[in-house]
């Protein structure tokens, strides 16, 4: 990694881990961002804490329990530090519940161009009082203006598991679809890792296949991918495949040695 790339705009704690192709750092992620020079980043990835009583590392659920409007400064705080970071073009990401996308999504709109929002199917949620049931997480897609870099991932048409047809009747397209049919914006393939056995940690995990898919629209080779709350490390495992660099950060411990472990054993292809 270039010296220029490790230039922080101030202190920041000291590197948790350091690689070839990104660092890990472990402190509060507004800490982290303040400390980053302004454009450096060709993408910024966010899956905050949701505010609803989760417990990660040692800290209890009541510090994922925050007074509401102090959620609000915490996460606008962090939002307004992901665009300075961001280079001109650069794409932001942020996973969310709806509730929190749509305030969180009209206070980005007044900063960067809105591109999406990406419904990525939910499994298992609960039906609470008068709602409906809700079916889908947000992954809200913006850009520092125009984007400077974007791919439409293709996909395999889903097929019949018992017969191995097409789902879809695609009629005359049917020679085109081999080729892969256009990612939409409803992500209905893909669901939060949930099976114990296939989890790096107890918390909320992203399946890989979500950032694999950030990365395709909006990365490039050799370019930079912000996580200030890496969690388990899904997101450095698909940046380190990808080509492109990182600086990630949790404020956790554990959670970055969880993250550090996870992307050494990738790396030494276990
Ligand atoms: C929803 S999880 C991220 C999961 C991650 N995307 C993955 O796939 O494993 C949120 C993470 O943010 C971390 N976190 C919570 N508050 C933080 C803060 N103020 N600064 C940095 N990290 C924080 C938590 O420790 C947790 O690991």
């Given amino acids: 990694m270039g010296k220029r790339f490790l230039t922080w ?74 665009v300075r970071v961001l280079k001109k073009g650069g794409a932001l990401y942020l996973y969310h519940i709806p509730q929190w996308a749509v305030r969180l999504g009209s206070f980005l709109d007044k900063k960067m161009s809105f591109r999406h929002w ?3 199917s939910m499994k298992n949620g609960f039906a609470r009082g008068d709602f409906l049931y809700p079916a889908h997480y947000a992954l809200l897609y913006f850009t ?8 439409r991932p293709k996909l395999p048409p889903p097929k019949c598991r018992k017969c191995n047809e097409y789902i879809r009747d695609y009629g005359g397209y049917k020679q085109f679809v081999k080729e892969g049919i256009n990612l939409t914006d409803i992500w209905e393939d893909l669901s939060p890792v949930r099976h ?29 991918f912000v996580d200030p709350f890496v969690g388990s490390g899904t997101s450095i495992v698909a940046v380190a495949e990808s080509g492109m660099r990182f600086l990630a950060c949790d404020r956790e411990s554990n959670c970055c040695d969880i993250a550090a472990g996870r ?8």
């Fill in 196 to 224: 114990r056995n296939k989890k790096n940690r107890l918390e909320n995990e992203l399946p890989l296949e979500l950032v694999r898919r950030v990365i395709q629209i909006s990365g490039k080779r050799g370019g930079v």
């Fill in 9 to 82: 705009k101030k202190n920041v704690p000291a590197p948790y881990r350091k690689w070839k192709d990104g660092v890990l750092v472990c402190c509060d992620a507004n800490e982290f961002l303040s400390g980053m020079r302004d454009e450096i980043a060709d993408i910024v990835f966010l899956d905050p804490p949701f505010n609803l009583g989760k417990k990660y590392g040692n800290r209890g659920a009541k510090a994922d329990l925050m007074d509401e409007q102090d959620y609000i400064s915490f996460i606008q705080e962090i939002l307004l530090g992901s």
């Fill in 118 to 120: 990406i419904a990525v």
């Fill in 144 to 151: 520092k203006g125009k984007p400077t870099s974007f791919h």
């Fill in 263 to 270: 992307l050494s054993s990738f790396k030494a292809g276990k």
